[in-house]
Every structure is written in C-alpha cells, then in structure tokens.
C-alpha cells in the first residue's frame, strides 16, 4: 500500500489525496468539507459511478439493487452495517438498476441483489444473491487476501 491514497469523496466526488496513516482519523474533503467517510453507501449514478470506481485506491463494493426488489429490500440494512464494519478499508456503493439501466446493462447484471467488488478499476469479484452484514465482510475480506 502507497502512503497516500486517492479517496472519491462521496458528497461531491472530489479525488482526495489521503495519508494512509490518516485513513481512520475521520478526514474530510478538501474540497467540499465534509467527511470522506460517512458509514453509510454513496449512491452513485452513471455520470459517478466511473469516478470512484477507477480513481479510488480502496477498493468499492457495490450493491446493484432495485427499488422493486423485496430481497434488495432486506439486504439493505445489512449493507449499511457491512458500510461500518469495512470503511474506511472499502468504499461501499449502491447502483440503483431501475434508474441507472446504462449501468446495470454495461455490468451484466442479470439478477438482483448482485455485489460486485472493484479494485484498481477492475471487477474482481461477484456475488448474487442477499447476504448478512457478516457474511458481506467475509466475502470481501476473502477476495482482498
Ligand atoms: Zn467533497
């Protein structure tokens, strides 16, 4: 790992160069001031999706999901607990399908829910289906090895 780290920031999506020694020290945007990290998903959409999936040095997890869909529905709370557990290590994200189709279809996404694991650009794992707030973090953690 780097000593500095490129982190989009998930209110204005401003490329930060973070310390990696500050990761855990609540930053804040350079840019817009707020905190980089929230404990929560950033909601992301065609025009940002591309930004902190390609420009953050952390890898993202994203929940491509749909509003319709009651098993996305569940997973949901779950995601926001995995969001604690793995920030700032992971950056989590959620593509909404039924509103991002552009996504969902340039991603291959045939079901939802779907998890997709991203780093250094490159989708590195997948996983579809709705999963507990532990078992998210030991799919992560089993693909960061
Ligand atoms: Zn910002």
């Known amino acids: 790992m780097s000593d500095t780290l490129n982190i989009v920031c998930p209110h204005c999506h401003a490329v930060n160069r973070v310390p990696a020694a500050r990761l855990a020290q609540e930053p804040n945007c350079g ?7 929230t404990a929560h998903p950033v909601a992301l959409t065609a025009t940002t999706f591309a930004k902190h999936v390609e420009r953050s040095d952390i890898p993202v997890l994203v929940d491509f999901w749909a509003p319709w869909c009651g098993p996305c529905k569940m997973m949901a709370p779950q995601f926001e607990q995995a969001a604690r557990l793995l920030e700032p290590r992971v950056r989590l994200a959620k ?10 279809a340039q ?12 780093s250094g650009g490159r989708e590195i794992a997948r996983q579809p289906g709705a999963m507990g707030a532990q078992d998210i973090v030991r799919w992560v953690q089993s693909h960061l090895r």
Do not use: M, N, W
């Not at 509103?99 to 969902?104: H, K, M, R, S, Y």
């Not at 991603?107 to 991203?118: D, E, H, N, W």
């Open 107 to 118: 991603y291959g996404i045939r079901s939802i829910p779907t998890l997709a694991l991203f």
């Open 31 to 37: 840019k817009c001031h707020q905190p980089l990290f």
């Open 95 to 104: 593509v909404d399908t039924e509103a991002e189709q552009v996504l969902g």
